[in-house]
């Protein structure tokens, strides 16, 4: 039954935690930004948890794994991507846990309801306009490129579906941070907690992780820079953490 989960050109990666995902590397493979953003997203117990454009379905996997939470889901809109997360969640026989789900980010609180959601994720495309050269092939574009949905789209979807005080979990891009801010603030979703990700410690950050509270006050905490390696090829021990390799 495992080998008729993988298709032609797909490949199966270990994730290190007893848990594998079916990627396609002639399509879209998840990247650090996914793992890390799984690493600073905290689910308590019994809580329920949606990852919005979830793609391979690497953040609900992890989630999965890392955390006590209750229930995973995963929201696709790309028919191809949403099938290989779904094989995904079956061949980890996870089925009980996590779910996925294919549709659109702008549809989401029609398709799960408001209020459904205690966290919610998302990983989403960084690039507008000329920021990066559009990527020809178009799942790597949509997913990249905002083609099919914005930022405001995720952030006004995220504030639909979380239950009051509930928690939304992004990373993206510092060279966004304003607009990310005006815009989480704007939805009612109060920056609560941010991390700069450095890729060496003499160079500029790449990427920022965010933690918004709906109705929260206003108050954040700036965490320690992490920085992902202390020479090239050699990841920090705080990087080999979140990746469970030490």
């Not at 094989?87 to 980890?92: A, E, M, Q, T, W």
């Not at 989401?108 to 507008?128: H, L, Q, W």
């Not at 979807?157 to 939304?168: E, I, P, S, T, Y």
Request: proline residues 5%; aromatic residues 8%.
């Amino acid at each position: 039954m495992t080998e008729k989960l993988v298709r032609e050109n797909e490949r199966v990666d270990d994730l290190q935690n007893g848990y594998y995902v079916i990627q396609d590397p002639e399509k879209f493979c998840f990247g650090m930004d996914a793992v890390l953003l799984s690493g600073f997203t905290k689910v308590k117990k019994g809580e329920n948890a949606l990852d919005m454009g979830t793609g391979t379905g690497i953040i609900p996997i992890l989630l999965k794994a890392k955390t006590m939470g209750k229930q995973f889901t995963g929201l696709e809109i790309q028919e191809e991507c949403a099938q290989m997360a779904e094989r995904s969640v079956r061949y980890n026989h996870l089925e009980e846990d996590v779910r996925i789900v294919q549709g659109d980010i702008k549809e989401a609180a029609d398709i799960f309801g408001a209020a459904s959601f205690d966290v919610v994720t998302s990983n989403p495309p960084y690039m507008i306009g000329l920021h990066g050269l559009r990527n020809p092939d178009l799942p790597k574009a949509i997913a990249r490129h905002e083609v099919l949905c914005n930022l405001e789209d995720v952030v006004s979807q995220a504030a639909r579906v979380l239950r009051d005080r509930g928690r939304f979990y992004m990373v993206h891009r510092p060279f966004r941070l304003a607009e990310i801010m005006n815009v989480l603030t704007k939805y009612k979703l109060e920056p609560k907690r941010m991390q700069l990700v450095y890729p060496y410690i003499d160079r500029e950050p790449n990427m920022v992780l965010i933690e918004a509270l709906k109705g929260g006050n206003s108050r954040i905490t700036v965490e320690p820079p992490l920085i992902v390696y202390k020479e090239p090829g050699v990841y920090t021990e705080n990087i080999l953490k979140i990746y469970d390799m030490i």
